[in-house]
């Protein structure tokens, strides 16, 4: 059984890069078939997806934050990492890694960390 | 504001029936994107329930059910247990927007 656990500051200073990693257990990153997923949910608001990485490195990613945005991916640690730079208040979030098919589910979903933007 | 449309909250008495619609547009549901739901349950990630419209996980109860029509969603529960207390986001892709999109989360109470 696949799952998923996000690690990484829980504070990061307004301007400066966010960066988490997400670490597959159960399974191999490498083996391909899914696409691997970061999500947030910003405090009493709806959930947003922020893009996905595939075992070859090809990514895509939200329209909205792809200026900032950049995942990479490390199979020999089997984790694939987020990094989102000059992060605002606006950023301050729970960060989720998920799996997901290509029919574009979520299944399943790392525990979560908070990220707050503040100085 | 979410591009999905949910109530905020539904509330339902333990054994009844309940439903949350998830409202979308031509640019998403309407246009034939799979809609796929979540529970929620205080201090856990979502749990995928319904996938490809209508499709239950294993090891989800048949008591949840998903439909679609038109530009529009639903997620039905039928007898209800305390234990469904819980937030229900479902999930589409948006072709205008080119990502993937939620609702943004309907919170049902059992009474």
């Known amino acids: 059984q696949v799952q998923l656990q996000e690690s990484g500051p829980g504070l990061v200073k307004p301007s400066q890069t966010l960066s988490l990693s997400c670490t597959v257990s159960?399974?191999?990153?490498?083996?391909?078939?899914?696409?691997w997923s970061w999500i947030r949910h910003h405090p009493g608001k709806g959930l947003e997806w922020i893009g996905y990485?595939?075992?070859?490195?090809?990514?895509y990613y939200n329209p909205s934050l792809k200026s900032r945005v950049s995942i990479s991916v490390d199979t020999s640690k089997n984790q694939f990492s987020l990094k989102l730079s000059s992060v605002t208040a606006a950023d301050t979030a729970v960060y989720y890694c998920?799996?997901?098919?290509?029919?574009?589910?979520?299944?399943?979903w790392g525990q979560g960390t908070l990220v707050t933007v503040s100085s | 504001q979410s591009v999905l449309t949910q109530p905020p909250s539904v509330s339902g008495a333990p054994g009844q029936r309940v439903t949350i619609s998830c409202t979308g547009s031509?640019?998403?549901?309407?246009?034939?994107?799979?809609v796929h739901w979540y529970q929620q349950l205080p201090g856990t990630p979502p749990k995928l329930l319904i996938y490809?419209?209508?499709n239950r996980p294993s090891g989800v109860p048949d008591r949840f059910s998903g439909s679609k029509s038109g530009t529009s969603a639903s997620l039905a529960i039928t007898g209800l247990q305390a234990e469904d207390e819980a937030d229900y986001y479902c999930?589409?892709?948006?072709?205008?927007?080119?990502?993937?999109?939620f609702g943004g989360g309907t919170k049902l109470t059992v009474l």
């Open positions: 998920a799996r997901n098919p290509p029919e574009w589910w979520f299944d399943p």
């Open positions: 159960g399974g191999s990153i490498s083996s391909g078939g899914y696409y």
């Open positions: 990485i595939y075992y070859t490195g090809s990514t």
């Open positions: 031509n640019s998403n549901i309407g246009a034939d994107y799979a």
């Open positions: 490809g419209n209508r």
């Open positions: 999930q589409s892709y948006d072709n205008s927007l080119t990502v993937r999109v």
